[in-house]
């Protein structure tokens, strides 16, 4: 009995610790457009400030549109390495890992050429210090919201043991 109230304070503490801004926010690309043809995204984004942390989510019908993540010069020439794989889920959700200019582009037919492109500028986070960024951002989606669910997934099973005993 002791010990798992002893738990359930352990792991209502760690729930509580865990900084808000660890959660970030979810930037839907377009709003309620979703990543689409015709739309401005270059005004979408310029209201806005993208911190790390932040992710964005790209919100399109499977197979009409993809995300190619490209440097400024693909950007500039809508054109991705050989090889690079697409982002194609039609719910791409990329975590902004490190501060710096990101490039996007649609890989589908002249959608690129015709403005379905988007580059913003991630902020570094403003209170503690970013962790080290790792190399291959796209590919750590979800990566910082882990610690959050490993405090919440603590408060839970000590719930459990409370109702339990
Ligand atoms: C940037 O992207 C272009 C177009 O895909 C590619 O040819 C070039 O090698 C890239 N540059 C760097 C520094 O990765
Ligand atoms: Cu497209």
Redesign the pocket.
């Known amino acids: 009995m002791a010990s798992s109230i002893i738990f359930v304070t352990l792991a209502l503490v760690a729930a509580a610790s865990v900084p808000a801004s660890v959660m970030g926010t979810d930037f839907m690309v377009g709003d309620d457009k979703g990543w689409t043809l015709n739309f401005d995204y270059q005004t979408w984004a310029g209201g806005k400030q993208f911190y790390v942390g932040d992710r964005l989510v790209f919100k399109y019908p499977e197979s009409v549109h993809n995300v190619l993540k ?5 950007f500039q ?1 809508c ?3 050989v090889g ?1 794989v697409p982002l194609a889920t039609g719910n791409d959700v990329i975590p902004l890992l490190a501060p710096g200019r990101k490039w996007y582009i649609c890989g589908v037919g002249k959608h690129c050429a015709i403005g379905m492109k988007l580059v913003i500028t991630v902020l570094p986070k403003t209170e503690s210090p970013a962790p080290a960024p790792v190399a291959g951002e796209a590919s750590a989606a979800g990566g910082s919201i882990a610690p959050r669910y490993c405090a919440s997934i603590m408060a839970v099973f000590g719930i459990i043991a409370m109702v339990m005993v």
């Open positions: 490209v440097n400024g010069t693909g020439q054109a991705a390495p690079t």
